[in-house]
Structure formats: C-alpha cells, structure tokens
C-alpha cells in the first residue's frame, strides 16, 4: 500500500512558478513511478509528467515539455513537479499517482492517487 499526499499548489500569476510536492509512505517508493496528472472543471484528468522507479526516467506531455520538471528524492520518499513560465490553460487540480508498473498516460494505469493540490494561474 502507498499513500500520497500532495502540496505546494496555489495562486500565481501566468509566467510565475510553483514546486509541487508529492510525498509518500509506505515500503520500497523507490521502485514505483510516480506520475503527475490534473484535471481543469468540466475537463477529463489528463496526464503531465512521469519519472521512473529507481532508474528515474522522465516523460512530459507536449503541453508542458519545456517548463516543467519531475525529479524524485527517494530518501525522503517524494516526488516534485517544478512547474515554470505558468499558463492560465495550467489552471487545474493536480493529482500525484504511483504504481509499480512502468509509468502510462493513462489515468487507469496507475494504482495509487492523492486527494489532488489546486494550482489557479491568474492572467
């Protein structure tokens, strides 16, 4: 079993920046990928970013590749999205999922999620 709780979202001005946090409990995290999804209202969740278990390979969708980075601390058990150059089309909860299974962009792939950070970009 994985828990995971998200933090770090907020308000900020399009061009601005935020770090989300995923952080997990629960044994051997190192091995899961950890991937990163949000869903505007009235929108489906869509994937953003994913990085690998202990070998720590990262995918982006095309809609942030450029400005966002995900890293992993697995001594602390937790995930990061640096999220720059900010858009109002970023404006979403964003969600943290894990399993042990190689990363997908498809929100059925994933085994475990976070309750979801709200992140609003202001024009």
């Known amino acids: 079993q994985v828990q995971l709780v998200e933090s770090g979202g907020g308000l900020v001005q399009a061009g601005g920046s935020l770090r989300l946090s995923c952080a997990a409990s629960?044994?051997?995290?190192?091995?899961?990928?950890v991937g990163w999804f949000r869903q505007a209202p009235e929108k489906e969740r869509e994937f953003v970013a994913s990085i690998g278990g202990s070998a720590g390979g990262t995918y982006y969708s095309d809609s942030v590749k450029g400005r966002f980075t995900i890293s992993r601390d697995n001594a602390v058990n937790t995930v990061f999205l640096q999220m720059n150059s900010l858009k109002p089309e970023d404006t979403a909860v964003y969600y943290c999922a894990a399993d042990r299974r190689l990363g997908s962009i498809l929100v059925a792939s994933w085994n475990y999620w976070g309750q979801g950070t709200q992140v609003t970009v202001s024009s």
């Open positions: 629960g044994r051997a995290f190192a091995v899961y990928s």
